[in-house]
């Protein structure tokens, strides 16, 4: 077969071969593949499957433009295809490999997440098909093998199952070992539970056996532990909790084979016998202690039974024996009723009398004696308990009946008949069944002797007369043997449920026995075979219905009491079927043996039976029937009810079967005894020696309550005799081995050690042992109470441990001491970081600080240490010696310098600076900048610059040197620092001919960073930014000397290291924070390509570049674009500031300024690569790599945890201080696919960092980078893509709002335009930080996930508080339409979630920095509320409303924090005022729409609002006038009143309106008292400040009035118009406070008579001691009409306020006569009427609205309208200007008219004006409906009742015009919806045209 190429079409298979009988066979190139029915081009295949193995997930839309396709659906169909492929390549592979991942050399990683789609933006389809899937991932070095499982449920108990099918279990057998034994090392366990519980795990997971072993010994030690509490408590004093206890002792008695502690045995006993003593007992604790008893008594292990039955036996010896007889009414007897049971009885007479050890046996008959014996010692009532419980025990005791021994006797008296034994063991029947029962016993002396208990029976007078056999001596001497038989009857029935006889056939054969017409040969045979057919039991129901027992019984009863003998041939058969009817039926054998006299008929039937040489054998079964009921079944003795239908109806216990002569084969049953435990396997366990001294530490801890206890006792016990047994003591090592492992107890004997050594190898081991125990608690996940430092802390170590550091080491030995000794408290302070080190620190620093040779800090010196080395020896150890020495230093110095800066301690933060300077000072002293060839790869210079790092990062630490001035010591770093610069740099080479190590750069840059900050703060009047340049330190001679300047630091900007040129940038923004700086800066770049600015722009928008640099790069650009720039070239030839500058070679343009910068913004697309940012965030909380780190990278990494953990607190902490974070964890490795993209390790990450593009803008070429580069790298560098983290966007943010800031319109326009805003608000994930926060509250959270969630949650509220700032700047630039897209609704709702975030009391960062953020988002929701109301506030109130609780609490914590967060307090006030102004607009609504409240509307008029309006109130109270924030809380506290109802009712309720009345008076009589004295600027101001506060009084009181009528009548109560009638003459003086005072009083008076009143009334009645007397006639309404009366003033506001308080007045009748009694309306006649088509805005039409409003008011009233009536040329007046006024909305003159018409003596006066009339009329014609309503309505009124009015209104044409508006008024009814005003408009015509009509 060949290929065949045709042209243009796909090549084909062609096979010639001669079997094809020279046919050619062609096939196709697709056949037997997924082409094979396909059309699709292979190419287009071949394309699409290159596509899809990338795994690149790509759009149809992008195939479709790539050309792989035409068509969507041709796509999806191959897109099915090869899913099919893949998933059954996945099944084959899974049948073939089982899918097993996990080796030797590959972890498997287990983790869940959630799947389901997620709508972004609240678009799109929501999806309720989310699933949990769990997920496996098998990774080794270059391999990662996934498996992918959909799971319903979670649990462990669902994902193990899954877990162990895929994971391979292939653990060596050494580690499963190894894990056993440490889950078995009890003090391990107790010194570190938290790993105990993993090693658990671990082996469940690992080894099933091991772990079953494991359980065992668990339960194990928990019976130990219970057997010990058992002990304590029963010896115990007081009152018991006996339910407990029994429950402890039935798990001590469990424990037995293991502890073997026989003692409690007795404890066990004396429990029993107490709870059994009292007849009030509770049943419960009796039953239970029973079951104890009876376990103990058939307890498989030998020891354990014998000492039951010994202990037993003392008690009954203590409670029955002959020393109780002489004590009167002794109660001791009492002690044996827990014995007097059946079950116990016969579980001692059926097991304990046969047992094969003699110590049971012979306690068993003792105990027995005892009790038969002890009539005369017991009391009648516990005689006849012990009688009914023996009862159902005779006939096992009696199978000891016998004269051998005294208890076979006793058991012989039980059955004894005779007169003085009258209150025997038993009663009379009993007595004879247990005769009749003695005749079966084995020995023929026992059956002699029942046989004369029985003749008293048998010849008892009342018996038969005539009975038979007659007693002779040949009957009395066979009776002994009457039932001793050779024969065994099988006594088993067929109990087939298919039955072969007929009931016919058996009816018949009974027919026959009982008939007595019938011949007795036949009634035999009937009864002979009756025998026979009751073998089968399905027939005994059948003759039981016929009577058949009954019929028996009789016929034994006859055959024995009769004379006749022609009934004994019917006897023996009778027997026989009696005896199975008896054996299947048990109600009937309970009948019968109860039955004495059957019993005695039964004796004589056999002596008859026998007498007639027949076979007795049925006879005795039917007997032994009878006499062994009591014991014939099971459930007699467990107390159960037997379920088992298998079992036989007739069973006896195998010691009876044993004992008894029984002439039949019995089913038994207690071969055992029933209460015997079966005890699992022990000895298996017991043989381990782990587990053995697992045991032993368990028992002994239990049995000493505690380990402290136990260790005590080792070490103060000094008898050797065990108190328990010998095998649970532990040994010398075992003792030794505890006390080391309790911390504790180790520790001190370290500390021990120390103070009593006597060489320096002693204390060196307890040191080495201190600090192993501090190292031993990094293995716990957790730390908790029980760590070794805490343990430690709780110890006096300090003074041991304290005269090594003050002594300067003498020899080697010392110096490796003192190493020792810095290294364990380098340890000590590092570890396990909490509050409690506070006083540890303090010591350790007043021992650094107050030392007057300060030996520590001088050891720092190289010259010290290599001069005494020198001295000592020339060996390189004795050189290490000091190298070590020096290290562990500087390491402590460190650590205790972060200590002590992180800690709350006052103490320690004092501490802090003056060990800062000390230690700067001898850090200056190590650089030795003179000898400049030592910083040739010498460590000792990292170091020191390290530990300079530390030391300058703290505030302030210049201050603290008594011979230095903190700007001389300054400046010394700062020349050190710039030396170090330029030897690192050589001749300005840059990063390429660097030769020194990274971390010297690194340190020496954060220590600049931090200089730079300290030079800030403490040198702010000096010039010190020349002291920055390089070039003042060159010799005067170089040309090029003063032209250095900042130059050094560009180069930094562009190392190799991510540190460097982050902490090197963050020097520039702190240089630039001055405006000499920002020259430099600029200085400096001006021979680089681009400038400052392009350099800055480029390292920010450089995407290889890693984030922290970026982000410094913008906090860079940030401080220049503070700079002021010229905004055109006239402004840059007057400016200072050139920059930036751009030069254009081509066309010769040059920008300056903001032109220039909107220019280079533009050029180098600033805002799309901004948006690509937004887009491209990562919000995830780890940031790890699954790869191991780099073979030469692993030396150097101290942690082996540490690719697994993300940046600690306290490393951010480190790199707040020094300006620098570890950046490399935001660097990606490309080459994988976008969606599993994962940061490389921070160790890597450095080193493999390889040079970006952006170097040659900076005047390096690529070549020398790359050299530079490969000269440092591995061989297996890879290029790196940066993450873009929250971190960079909060920088991000921050540039764009001081863009907006300065080029507000271009960049607002580029935000929208890239949907910037809106991308930034998606990065914010309010969710992640919940659970971040929720995950902080969590007490059992790792250190490790705290420490990452509190990561998260600062990174996030950073990040909002960035994005709030930016939208606040945009919101208050921009125009309406950013207010009218569509992210603000859901921006409203993320705000809103994190104002609800809950505040973490615990973390006093995140606390701060979760305050901040919520004060940025209030002010950011204030300026969107205040610019826009209309679109922002709905969705504000709806997003507060739905999460009101928490943002209640967020208020309440915020009002809280007045003192210390003043700022957040006003925001949260500002927002709230704003807020609240927006639901003040609802409450006017009416009635109908109340249903329709939002859920902040409900808050506001509940509870909520309560709460608020207290902190309100209390804050206001507290708050002085003088403080600017009362202002701000009476504004909120206005808003919360004037729109929530139950803020008014609490605050009436609280008494605020009192106290603002009482504050009015004070006002008052201050302002009064003022007026009095000489006018001085100090009073004047004393009174403006009084006029103030009075001015916020009022409006508080006003808004606290509004609508509230409870409120009105207080301030009613409380006369508050006297108050502010007495205030009037002030209130004229200054309008502001005029309208306060009247929009009071206007709320005041609104829809409340009693407060009219009070207005109106005079000031006598009103009276107060702080307001003077004034004249009757005044009163405030004659001020407020004095107001009204004037000309239009200029202030319009007060004028029109007067008019709507006396509109408001005029409701109340007081008002309206005082308004008659004034001639106040006079004044309407002559007002001004606006010319005809004026505007409406006019004082003169103001004024005419006010005056008709007025009049409108006033005639609602019958008395008002006549008042208007009354005024001369009013009606005429009123019709002109309504006649003028039809075209308004409002006709407010036709109204008053309107009303006028209404009253009956005004109707005259109206027909009376012909205007009037005609302007009534002409309403009809109006197109308005309110006006044609308001007309016909007044014509109405004047028709109805009036006569005079219908003679003027019946003329024709007012007639015809009425109609007319009828019929097409009543036309428009029914064509449309009949509206309220429509229908009353047709109800007005219809009676109009009815009175015009009649």
Same mark, same amino acid.
């Given at each position: 077969m060949a290929l065949q190429y045709r042209r243009e079409q796909e090549p084909d298979w062609v096979?010639?071969?001669?079997?094809?009988?020279?046919?050619?066979?062609?096939?196709?190139?697709?056949?037997? *593949?997924?082409?094979?029915?396909?059309?699709?081009?292979?190419?287009?295949?071949?394309?699409?499957?290159?596509?899809?193995?990338?795994?690149?997930?790509?759009?149809?839309?992008?195939?479709?433009?790539?050309?792989?396709?035409? *068509?969507?659906?041709?796509?999806?169909?191959?897109?099915?295809?090869?899913?099919?492929?893949? #998933?059954?390549?996945?099944?084959?592979?899974?049948?073939?490999?089982?899918? #097993?991942?996990?080796?030797?050399?590959?972890?498997?990683?287990?983790?869940?997440?959630?799947?389901?789609?997620?709508?972004?933006? @609240?678009?799109?389809?929501?999806?309720?098909?989310?699933?949990?899937?769990?997920?496996?991932?098998?990774?080794?070095?270059?391999?990662?093998?996934?498996?992918?499982?959909?799971?319903?449920?979670?649990?462990?108990?669902?994902?193990?199952?899954? $877990?162990?099918?895929?994971?391979?279990?292939?653990l060596p057998e050494s580690t499963v070992t190894a894990v056993f034994h440490l889950c078995l090392d009890t003090p391990f366990s107790l010194a570190f539970p938290s790993i105990h519980e993993s090693a658990v795990a671990y082996l469940e997971l690992s080894s099933s056996d091991s772990y079953n072993l494991y359980r065992r010994v668990s339960r194990a030690a928990h019976m130990m532990e219970a057997t010990c509490s058992f002990i304590k408590e029963a010896q115990a004093e007081g009152d018991k909790n006996w339910l407990e206890l029994l429950e402890l002792g039935d798990q001590a008695i469990d424990g037995l084979p293991y502890h073997q502690h026989l003692p409690i045995v007795k404890q066990c006993i004396q429990i029993c016998s107490y709870l059994w003593k009292s007849a009030q007992a509770s049943p419960l604790l009796q039953m239970e202690s029973q079951k104890i008893l009876l376990k103990l008594l058939s307890h498989p292990l030998l020891p354990v039974k014998v000492e039951t039955y010994l202990c037993i036996l003392d008690v009954v010896k203590e409670c029955l024996g002959v020393q109780n007889v002489a004590r009167p009414a002794s109660s001791v007897y009492a002690g044996v009723h827990f014995l007097l049971h059946s079950r116990v009885l016969y579980e001692i007479s059926a097991f304990g009398l046969q047992d094969q050890a003699k110590e049971v046996n012979s306690a068993a008959k003792d105990v027995l004696l005892y009790l038969l014996k002890g009539r005369l010692m017991m009391t009648a009532s516990s005689w006849a308990r012990f009688n009914e419980a023996l009862y159902p025990v005779i006939p096992v005791l009696q199978s000891y009946a016998g004269s051998a021994d005294a208890l076979g006797n006793c058991i012989l008296l039980i059955s004894r008949v005779s007169d003085d034994q009258g209150d025997g063991v038993c009663s009379p029947a009993a007595r004879l069944r247990t005769a009749l029962r003695l005749l079966f016993n084995k020995?023929?002396?026992?059956?002699?002797?029942?046989?004369?208990?029985?003749?008293?029976?048998?010849?008892?007078?009342?018996?038969?007369?005539?009975s038979r056999p007659v007693l002779d001596k040949t009957v009395l001497s066979s009776l002994p043997s009457i039932y001793v038989t050779n024969k065994s009857v099988d006594i088993k029935l067929d109990d087939s449920s298919r039955s072969y006889l007929k009931v016919e056939s058996v009816n018949k054969l009974y027919s026959i026995l009982t008939s007595e017409t019938v011949d007795m040969v036949l009634r035999r045979s009937a009864a002979e075979q009756l025998v026979v057919v009751l073998q089968d039991t399905a027939m005994h129901a059948v003759l039981k219905t016929q009577g058949l027992p009954d019929k028996l019984i009789s016929f034994i009863t006859e055959s024995v009491s009769s004379l006749a003998t022609n009934i004994d041939c019917l006897l023996e058969p009778s027997v026989g079927m009696l005896r199975k009817l008896v054996y299947a039926d048990p109600s009937l054998r309970h009948s019968l043996a109860q039955r004495s006299d059957f019993l005695i008929t039964l004796l004589r039937a056999s002596l008859l039976i026998k007498a007639n040489q027949s076979d007795v054998t049925e006879a005795a079964v039917l007997m032994c029937f009878l006499l062994f009921d009591e014991i014939a079944t099971v459930d007699v003795w467990t107390g159960k009810a037997d379920t088992d239908t298998t079992l036989s109806p007739f069973s006896l216990p195998v010691s009876i079967i044993r004992r008894y002569n029984l002439p039949f084969q019995s089913p038994s049953h207690h071969v055992v005894s029933p209460y015997c435990t079966v005890l699992p396997p022990y000895s298996d366990l017991l043989a381990m020696r782990a587990v053995r001294e697992a045991l032993q530490f368990i028992w002994n801890q239990a049995w000493h309550c505690g380990t402290e206890a136990l260790l005590k006792h080792l070490r103060t016990s000094k008898s050797h005799a065990p108190e328990f047994h010998a095998d649970l003591v532990l040994t010398e090592t075992q003792a030794v081995l505890l006390r080391v492992y309790d911390v504790k107890t180790g520790l001190q004997d370290c500390i021990e050690a120390v103070q009593t050594a006597s060489s320096h190898s002693e204390v060196t081991s307890a040191l080495t042992r201190m600090h192993l125990y501090l190292l031993t608690d990094r293995l716990a996940l957790k730390v908790t109470n029980n760590c070794s430092k805490n343990a430690l802390q709780s110890l006096h170590w300090h003074t041991p441990v304290e005269r090594f550091l003050q002594v300067c080491p003498a020899c080697p030995q010392d110096e490796k001491l003192l190493v020792s000794l810095v290294s364990f408290l380098n340890t000590f302070f590092k570890q396990n970081q909490s509050d409690c080190d506070d006083n540890d620190l303090r010591w350790l620093a007043e021992l650094l600080i107050k030392q007057e040779t300060h030996v520590l800090l001088d050891l720092l010196l190289v010259d010290e240490v290599k001069t005494h080395t020198q001295a000592q020896g020339k060996g390189e150890e004795l050189q290490d010696v000091g190298q070590q020495l020096q290290r562990e230093l500087t390491g402590l110095f460190n650590t205790l310098?972060?200590?002590?800066?992180?800690?709350?301690?006052?103490?320690?933060?004092?501490?802090?600076?003056?060990?800062?300077?000390?230690?700067?000072?001898? /850090?200056?002293?190590?650089?030795?900048?003179?000898?400049?060839?030592?910083?040739?790869?010498?460590?000792s210079l990292e170091r020191a610059l390290r530990s300079m790092a530390h030391a300058t990062a703290l505030t302030g630490w210049s201050t603290h040197t008594p011979s230095t001035e903190p700007h001389t010591l300054c400046q010394k770093y700062l020349s050190g620092l710039l030396e170090v610069i330029s030897s690192f740099y050589v001749e300005w080479g840059g990063n390429s001919m660097s030769f020194m190590g990274k971390g010297v750069t690194k340190n020496a840059v954060i220590c600049l960073l931090h200089l730079s900050h300290e030079m800030m703060a403490q040198s702010k009047d000096k010039d010190w930014m020349s002291l920055w340049s390089l070039g003042q330190e060159q010799s005067a001679d170089e040309p090029s000397a003063a032209q250095l300047g900042l130059a050094w630091l560009i180069p930094l900007w562009v190392d190799r290291d991510p540190e460097v040129r982050c902490a090197s940038l963050a020097v520039g923004t702190a240089l630039s924070s001055l405006q000499s700086g920002c020259m430099a800066l600029l200085a400096s770049c001006q021979n680089i390509s681009g400038g400052l600015w392009a350099t800055l722009l480029n390292i920010l928008l450089e995407k290889q570049e890693c984030?922290?640099?970026?982000?410094?790069?913008?906090?860079?650009?940030?401080?220049?674009?503070?700079?002021?720039?010229?905004?055109?070239?006239?402004?840059?030839?007057?400016?200072?500031?050139? @920059?930036?500058?751009?030069? +254009?070679?081509?066309?010769?343009?040059?920008?300056?300024?903001?032109?220039?910068?909107?220019?280079?913004?533009?050029?180098?697309?600033?805002?799309?690569?901004?948006?690509?940012?937004?887009?491209?965030?990562?919000?995830?909380?780890?940031?790890?790599?699954?790869?191991?780190?780099?073979?030469?990278?692993?030396?150097?990494?101290?942690?082996?945890?540490?690719? $697994?953990?993300?940046?600690?607190?306290?490393?951010?902490?480190?790199?707040? *201080?020094?300006?620098?974070?570890?950046? *490399?964890?935001?660097?990606?490795?490309?080459?994988?696919?976008?969606?599993?993209?994962?940061?490389? $390790?921070?160790?890597?990450?450095?080193?493999?960092?390889?040079?970006?593009?952006? /170097?040659?803008?900076?005047?390096?070429? +690529?070549?020398?980078?790359? +050299?530079?580069s490969l000269s440092q790298d591995s061989p297996e560098t890879f290029t790196c893509v940066a993450m873009v983290t929250p971190h960079l966007l909060s920088a991000v943010c921050g540039l764009l709002a001081n863009l907006v800031a300065v080029l507000p319109e271009f960049t607002l326009t580029a935000l929208r335009q890239n949907h910037i805003l809106q991308g930034a608000v998606s990065v914010l994930d309010v969710v992640e930080m919940e659970r971040c926060l929720a995950e902080l509250r969590n007490p059992v959270l790792l250190p490790a996930d705290v420490e990452e969630a509190r990561n998260q949650v600062l990174c996030g509220v950073y990040y909002a508080s960035s994005v709030c700032k930016l939208l606040q700047c945009s919101a208050l630039l921009s125009d309406e339409d950013f207010f009218k897209t569509d992210f603000l609704t859901p921006l409203l709702n993320t705000l809103i979630s994190i104002l609800t975030l809950p505040l973490p009391r615990t973390d006093v960062c995140t606390q701060d920095a979760l305050l901040h953020t919520w004060a940025d988002v209030l002010?950011?929701?204030?300026?969107?509320? $205040?610019?826009?109301?209309?679109?922002?506030?709905?969705?504000?109130c709806t997003a507060v409303g739905k999460r009101w609780n928490g943002f209640s609490d967020t208020v309440h914590v915020c009002v809280g924090l007045l003192g210390s967060k003043p700022s957040l307090y006003t925001a949260c006030l500002h927002f709230l005022s704003v807020l609240f102004s927006q639901e003040v607009r609802k409450r006017g609504q009416k009635a109908e729409n109340s249903s329709s409240k939002d859920a902040l509307s409900a808050a506001l008029n509940g509870e909520p609002a309560e709460q608020l309006c207290e902190i309100l109130l209390e804050r206001y109270e507290k708050t002085q006038f003088q403080d600017p924030l009362k202002k701000i809380t009476a504004k909120a506290l206005m808003s919360l009143l004037a729109c929530s109802p139950s803020a008014q009712s609490y605050a009436c309720k609280a008494g605020f309106i009192d106290s603002c009345v009482q504050q009015i008076k004070q006002i008052y009589t201050q302002l009064h008292l003022e007026s009095l004295k000489p006018g001085k600027a100090t009073h004047r101001k004393k009174e403006e400040n009084s006029l103030k506060e009075l001015r916020m009084v009022l409006e508080i009181l006003r808004n606290c009035l509004y609508q509230n009528n409870e409120c009105k009548d207080v301030a009613t109560d409380l006369r508050l118009t006297a108050a502010l009638l007495a205030l009037w003459p002030w209130l004229l003086l200054h309008d502001s406070i005029m309208i306060a005072a009247l929009e009071l009083l206007c709320v005041y008076t609104a829809n409340c008579s009693t407060a009219c009143r009070a207005v109106c009334g005079s000031s006598s009645s009103s009276s107060h001691s702080t307001v003077p007397r004034v004249p009757l006639t005044n009163s405030l309404m004659h001020g407020v009409m004095k107001l009204a009366a004037q000309v239009v003033p200029d202030c319009s506001s007060i004028h029109s306020l007067a008019f709507s308080l006396l509109a408001n007045l005029s409701v109340s009748r007081d008002c309206r006569g005082l308004l008659q009694k004034s001639n106040f309306l006079q004044h309407f006649l002559s007002v001004p009427v606006p010319r005809q088509g004026s505007k409406g805005s006019s004082p003169a039409a103001v004024t005419l609205s006010q005056w008709l409003q007025l009049l409108l008011s006033i005639s609602f009233g019958k008395d008002g309208q006549g008042m208007i009536v009354k005024l001369h040329g009013a009606v005429e007046l009123l019709a002109d200007l309504a006649q003028s006024m039809l075209g308004?909305?409002?006709?407010?003159?036709?109204?008053?008219?309107?009303?006028?018409?209404?009253?009956?003596?005004? #109707?005259?006066?109206?027909?009376?004006?012909? #205007?009037?009339?005609?302007?009534?009329?002409?309403?009809?014609? @109006?197109?308005?409906?309110?006006?044609?309503?308001?007309?016909?309505?007044?014509?109405?009124?004047?028709?109805?009742?009036?006569?005079?009015?219908k003679a003027t209104l019946k003329c024709p044409s007012i007639r015809l015009k009425v109609d007319e508006a009828y019929t097409l008024t009543k036309k428009d009814a029914q064509q449309k919806n009949q509206e309220p005003l429509n229908a009353y408009l047709l109800k007005c015509l219809e009676h109009l045209s009815k009175l015009l009509n009649t």
């Open positions: 096979c010639r071969d001669k079997c094809h009988n020279k046919h050619t066979i062609r096939r196709s190139i697709r056949k037997g *593949s997924i082409f094979e029915r396909s059309h699709v081009k292979l190419h287009t295949w071949i394309h699409y499957i290159y596509r899809f193995a990338q795994g690149l997930r790509l759009r149809q839309v992008d195939m479709l433009q790539e050309g792989i396709t035409r *068509s969507s659906a041709t796509l999806s169909k191959l897109a099915s295809k090869l899913r099919k492929v893949c #998933k059954s390549a996945m099944k084959r592979m899974r049948r073939a490999k089982k899918q #097993k991942i996990g080796s030797p050399r590959e972890v498997v990683m287990i983790d869940e997440s959630k799947f389901g789609h997620k709508r972004k933006y @609240s678009q799109g389809r929501s999806s309720n098909r989310k699933s949990w899937v769990f997920g496996m991932l098998g990774v080794q070095a270059h391999e990662r093998r996934p498996v992918l499982r959909i799971v319903k449920r979670r649990s462990k108990r669902h994902l193990m199952p899954i $877990l162990k099918n895929y994971a391979n279990e292939n020995q023929h002396t026992v059956r002699s002797t029942a046989v004369e208990d029985l003749l008293p029976h048998l010849t008892s007078p009342e018996g038969p007369k005539s310098l972060l200590r002590l800066t992180s800690t709350s301690d006052r103490m320690c933060r004092l501490l802090s600076g003056p060990l800062a300077s000390e230690l700067a000072v001898r /850090l200056l002293q190590c650089l030795r900048l003179s000898d400049a060839p030592r910083f040739y790869g010498l460590p984030s922290m640099v970026r982000r410094e790069a913008a906090f860079l650009l940030q401080n220049l674009l503070v700079m002021p720039m010229p905004a055109n070239a006239e402004e840059a030839e007057d400016c200072v500031w050139q @920059s930036p500058c751009v030069h +254009d070679e081509g066309s010769g343009v040059s920008l300056v300024g903001l032109p220039a910068l909107q220019a280079l913004l533009y050029h180098c697309h600033f805002f799309d690569h901004v948006a690509e940012m937004v887009c491209s965030c990562y919000r995830g909380r780890y940031a790890f790599s699954l790869s191991p780190p780099p073979a030469h990278a692993q030396s150097e990494m101290n942690d082996s945890l540490r690719h $697994l953990r993300g940046p600690t607190a306290q490393e951010l902490r480190q790199a707040n *201080s020094s300006g620098s974070v570890s950046t *490399s964890s935001t660097l990606l490795p490309p080459g994988g696919s976008s969606e599993t993209r994962s940061p490389v $390790l921070s160790s890597a990450g450095a080193e493999e960092d390889t040079p970006f593009n952006r /170097l040659t803008a900076q005047g390096q070429s +690529d070549a020398e980078s790359s +050299d530079s002010m950011l929701l204030e300026t969107l509320l $205040l610019r826009s109301p209309a679109a922002v506030g709905p969705s504000a308004e909305n409002t006709p407010t003159a036709l109204l008053v008219l309107h009303n006028i018409c209404f009253c009956s003596a005004n #109707k005259a006066r109206v027909l009376a004006c012909g #205007k009037a009339i005609e302007l009534l009329v002409s309403c009809l014609d @109006s197109s308005s409906l309110e006006i044609r309503a308001v007309g016909v309505s007044a014509l109405w009124a004047l028709l109805h009742n009036y006569q005079k009015a």
